[in-house]
């Protein structure tokens, strides 16, 4: 396999240095995150006063290889749009590190130990690496900065993938992480490095020492990976710093755009120039700092009359990502509704209520007030929702019989983005709007299939929109057929990704089974055969959501948040008792006409 082309050979730009190792003048930058070269403060210290840099990127077999199990192409924990778009964005990391005299060194295998073998082999003295707040790089942070402080190796991990560090809102918020956007934004401030030019570019960096016995290869191809000759469409978006940027400068030069950007105005539906950026999956590896994507948006904000602001201005939804990364870092098990200790937030209200305070003893208070400030502080509300693998199956597969949903859906697969807009469609359908199935198997899903996923940003969306926390007006519902057609009266958007729906009249495209069979049958799409009935009724199904989620939402008040499982289990019966059997009973029917 191409993947592991050993460099028995040096490599145009590896020289052979043999006192390397005594010198200790060689440095590691590990790249992970952060795959770009402009505001890269862990590459520019790494190759200070360094005589020899390895940049190092590991592939992590579970994150890359082919999983024949999962439910598509891809490995255990991406599907392979993500890994193609990685892999792009490592070429041409690549590229631009050989301008500069450098070189990409690809390793493969568990990262700790990659790591661990190489600092070992190539004798460095400093290791850099951007800081990450995912609980999964935290943890391989701490293995591997216990092997570097007992070997005496110096590491250097700044905070360059987001604007702020969250650990630093964290503290000036006495150890809780914000609850609200606009508590958020009053405890960020400015960013401090707002003031000074960030470093754009570099001019050279020190050649890549010997990489003795590593076993290092190029960047593979998707075929080097094991995948073979796979067909499937692709997105649209291709990986790395260089697109980013070039993307980048497409948005911020319409300065008249960018002024007027306001969020949640924009057309969802929009996918030949899509409403908004399409920069999330740059800033979700890196190829793009969020850091100079915001000093853009204040250069042309300083040379507009007048423009938006946060939240709903582009410069806004920089913030939303980094009120999401704040609350994540500051939340355990944030990806999760149970052991979630986040409940806990109605035990610390009501010992904080006035009154309860004045009857209770100082030292009692402090102990219950010092105990109240550990607690991670998001409430999130314990929901009993349904367990249905057919219903997931065809929300995932794009077959719940209602287009707009469904062309969502084939937008994720085919390309793995989506306007923000279309993402809150499909999420609300899957949980409070439609199917009460829990947001964590939607979450999943999104995990698996986004360009962009990125873990604080997806789950922080799948709580809101969920309303299992930041909003609670389950009431409010996003209706499968007219929110789409509200912006796309003809139906272009469902006819380009639901192909099976082009001739369809535009009176019917929302609702196909509302057609007469004469109109089906000149559309060549008849529903129940080319394209699925509902597999559930809207009207019906976002009551039953509304009353489901009343009752939990007053059994939650009811106990502060402290449901057990056993409370879950009793109300999850209590309301299938009260369930409306219609929709059941219909849902039943069309299944059997479905198999006849
Ligand atoms: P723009 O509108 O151009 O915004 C610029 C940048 O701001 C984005 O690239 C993104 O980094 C950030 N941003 C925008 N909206 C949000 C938001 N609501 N929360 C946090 N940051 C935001 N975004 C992801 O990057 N990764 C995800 O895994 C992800 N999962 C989501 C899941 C659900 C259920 C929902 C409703 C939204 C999710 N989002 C996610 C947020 C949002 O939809 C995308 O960031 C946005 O659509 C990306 O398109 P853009 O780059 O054109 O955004």
Redesign the pocket.
């Known amino acids: 396999m191409q993947l592991l082309l050993c460099l028995s050979k040096p490599a145009q730009h590896v020289k052979k240095n043999p006192l390397m190792a005594a010198s200790g003048s060689g440095s590691i930058m590990w790249f992970r995150k952060g795959l770009r070269i402009h505001d890269n403060p862990a590459l520019e210290y790494a190759s200070k006063g360094s005589d020899f840099l390895y940049p190092v990127f590991v592939i992590d077999p579970h994150y890359m290889e082919p999983d024949p199990k999962a439910f598509s192409p891809g490995s255990r924990l991406a599907g392979l749009n993500r890994i193609r778009f990685l892999l792009e964005s490592l070429k041409d990391l690549d590229t631009s590190l050989k301008k500069l005299g450098s070189r990409l060194l690809i390793s493969k295998g568990e990262p700790d130990k990659v790591l661990i073998q190489c600092l070992k082999e190539w004798g460095v003295k400093k290791l850099c690496f951007e800081h990450d707040t995912e609980p999964y790089y935290q943890a391989l942070d701490i293995k591997v900065k216990e092997y570097t402080s007992a070997a005496g190796i110096e590491v250097f991990s700044p905070v360059s993938h987001t604007l702020f560090n969250p650990a630093d809102i964290i503290q000036r918020n006495g150890g809780k992480p914000p609850l609200t956007y606009q508590s958020f934004l009053k405890l960020a401030g400015q960013p401090s490095w707002l003031s000074s030019p960030l470093l754009t570019s570099i001019s050279s960096l020190p050649p890549v020492g010997d990489v003795g016995s590593c076993e290092i290869s190029e960047v593979p191809t998707i075929k080097d990976l094991g995948y073979g000759d796979i067909e499937q469409e692709w997105t649209p978006f291709r990986g790395g710093e260089s697109e980013a940027l070039k993307r980048l400068k497409e948005?911020v030069s319409d300065k008249k755009w960018v002024a007027n950007?306001e969020?949640p105005k924009?057309n969802p539906s929009l996918f030949v120039k899509?409403?908004?950026?399409?920069?999330?999956?740059?800033?979700?590896f890196g190829c793009l700092s969020?850091r100079y994507?915001y000093q853009c948006l204040q250069d042309v904000y300083k040379n507009v009359q007048k423009h938006t602001s946060p939240p709903v201005s582009?410069a806004?939804?920089?913030?939303?990502?980094?009120?999401?990364y704040t609350v994540a870092f500051g939340t355990p098990n944030f990806d999760r509704m149970k052991g979630n200790k986040l409940c806990k937030q109605g035990a610390r209200s009501f010992f904080f209520k006035k009154g309860y305070r004045s009857l209770i003893s100082s030292s009692f208070h402090n102990i219950i007030q010092d105990f109240a400030l550990r607690m991670p502080s998001l409430n999130v509300v314990m929901i009993p929702w349904n367990d249905d693998d057919e219903l997931l199956a065809a929300w995932r597969e794009a077959r719940t019989g209602y287009p707009w949903i469904d062309a969502i859906m084939v937008q994720l697969r085919t390309w793995g983005?989506?306007?923000?807009?279309?993402?809150?469609s499909?999420?609300c359908f899957l949980t409070r709007g439609d199917m009460f199935l829990h947001?964590e198997r939607?979450?999943d899903v999104?995990?698996r299939l986004?360009i962009?996923?990125?873990?604080?940003?997806?789950?922080?969306?799948?709580l809101?929109?969920s309303c299992s926390s930041f909003f609670y007006q389950y009431n409010r519902i996003y209706s499968p057929i007219s929110f789409g057609k509200k912006y796309d009266p003809n139906g272009n958007y469902i006819r380009h990704f639901l192909p099976v729906l082009k001739d369809m009249p535009k009176e019917y495209i929302y609702e196909p089974w509302t057609a007469p069979s004469g109109i089906q049958r000149k559309a060549k799409c008849i529903v129940g055969r080319d394209y699925p009935k509902p597999v559930v009724y809207h009207d019906s199904a976002s009551k039953e959501c509304k009353r489901k989620l009343a009752e939990a939402y007053a059994l939650n008040q009811k106990l502060n948040g402290q449901l057990s499982q056993e409370d879950l289990d009793n109300l999850r019966r209590k309301l299938a008792q009260d369930e409306d059997p219609e929709p059941k009973i219909r849902r039943q029917r069309r299944k059997v006409g479905h198999l006849t």
């Not at 899509?274 to 979700?284: E, F, M, N, Q, R």
């Not at 806004?316 to 999401?324: A, E, I, M, S, T």
């Open positions: 948005s950007f969020k924009g899509p409403a908004t950026t399409v920069l999330s999956p740059y800033l979700k969020s994507f582009l806004g939804q920089l913030l939303w990502r980094d009120f999401f983005w989506m306007h923000h807009l279309a993402r809150h499909v999420a947001w939607g979450r999104f995990e986004l962009d996923s990125d873990w604080a940003i997806n789950n922080g969306n799948w809101w929109l």
